[in-house]
């Protein structure tokens, strides 16, 4: 097969767009050696804070020093156990992990792939904390349904926003929606830095500021320790970056939720490829584009083949992953999740992708899917 390349993510248009506007300051910041911390983090705190509706936003070093973040100050702690969708991206996990909580998993619902509601009662015990449902693949958990649960079990919602930057449901945008969110500005990120970074999200004055004291080594005056901490800020050098891209947000969403419903058109009629489908009321900033095919694997390699970059998200649930074998959890146990690790695709999404491209991807998926080898 014969076509041209369509990379799986071009982050390289991303930054000819911002490149006028941050390298001055990049500049600024260099001769000023002005690099942790400054006006640019404070400014961007304040920025986001208001497109996404919140009180406060941390900025930290990471998504998941973000989630252990919000998780302590959540109160969770060492036995503690912390539900979660099997699968997510194992940060999720780790971070919970990381500060001796137990990370419980459930099942996900099988049309979107999303921690189930109907799942979350089961799992609760004695010693759980915290409900973390994930806003997959750029749409936002049903919160609407988990956090009436949370709260009639005196549970702390804490949303996983690091792949929601802009998405909302009926009840509001991601990352306004539990007493605590975390979310992750790494680069391919729809809010991406030049390198890593993330953030902290609540309305919760005293939080925030306990936060803000963990992340800094337990410290809110200089050398005077009263937590033990981590080093987690968010330096001047992303938060410029972040300020630049965060101002074009909504036009790379809006040009992402065009891409998929062109994905969706083009689809549409190909047997053997299900496209993804949208809850009621969710504005999806597609962080991902994820089809469900038969022969995944074969139609992988030969996509890969034809020079299309596509990927799998994920190919193993988290409690199935070798890192939390101590955890005894069976193949069987999460039935959708599983199912879907098998057969689940992401095909190219960026906000820069063009027509052209998708129209190559589309062309070339839906003859490999006609092309059945047993
Ligand atoms: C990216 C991601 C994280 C972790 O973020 P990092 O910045 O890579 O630490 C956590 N959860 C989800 C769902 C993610 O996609």
Redesign the pocket.
């Known amino acids: 097969m014969n076509t041209t390349n369509v990379p799986f993510l071009d982050l390289v248009a991303q930054q000819d767009e911002i490149a006028d506007e941050v390298l001055p300051v990049w500049q600024r910041q260099f001769a000023s050696a002005g690099f942790v911390g400054g006006p640019e983090v404070d400014a961007f705190e304040r920025e986001y804070a208001e497109y996404i509706g919140v009180g406060h936003v941390i900025g930290v070093s ?6 252990e973040l919000a998780y302590r100050a959540a109160g969770v702690g060492p036995g503690d156990e912390v539900i979660m969708p099997a699968n ?2 194992i ?2 996990a780790e971070a919970a992990s990381r500060i001796g909580a137990v990370p419980v998993f459930i099942d996900v619902d099988d049309e979107y792939l999303l921690m189930d509601p109907d799942a979350v009662e089961a799992a609760i015990t004695l010693r759980t904390r915290a409900i973390v449902p ?1 806003h ?1 693949f750029g749409q936002t958990a049903p919160v609407e349904q988990i956090a009436p649960i949370a709260e009639k079990n005196d549970l702390v919602l804490i949303e ?1 926003a ?2 929601s930057q802009g998405a909302s449901s009926a009840a509001g945008r991601a990352g306004s929606l539990g007493r605590f969110a ?1 979310t ?3 680069p391919g ?1 729809n809010l991406g830095a030049a390198g ?3 953030a902290v999200m609540t309305d919760d004055s005293g939080a925030a500021a306990l936060i803000r004291n963990l992340a800094a080594h337990g410290s809110s005056v200089k050398y005077v320790h009263d937590n033990i901490g981590m080093n987690a800020r968010l330096d001047a050098v992303q938060a410029t970056v972040l300020r630049a891209k965060l101002r074009r947000l909504d036009t790379w969403n809006a040009a992402r939720r065009a891409a998929a419903a062109r994905y969706g058109e083009l689809l549409a009629d190909v047997d053997g490829v299900r496209t993804p489908s949208v809850r009621p009321g969710n504005k999806d900033v597609w ?1 991902l584009y994820v089809v469900r095919v038969a022969e995944r694997d074969r139609v992988m390699a030969e996509l890969s083949a034809a020079g299309i970059g596509v990927g799998i998200h994920y190919p193993t649930i988290v409690p199935l992953t070798e890192a939390y074998a101590s955890l005894g959890y069976r193949p069987g146990q999460f039935p959708v999740a599983e199912a879907a690790a098998g057969c689940i695709l992401s095909l190219p999404m960026f906000p820069h992708l063009t027509q052209e491209q998708q129209i190559e991807v589309a062309t070339c998926l839906t003859r490999l899917t006609r092309v059945r080898r047993k």
């Open positions: 990471n998504g998941t020093d973000a989630l997510t991206f940060a999720t994930v997959l996983d690091a792949q975390a992750s500005f790494y990120k890593d970074a993330g962080h």
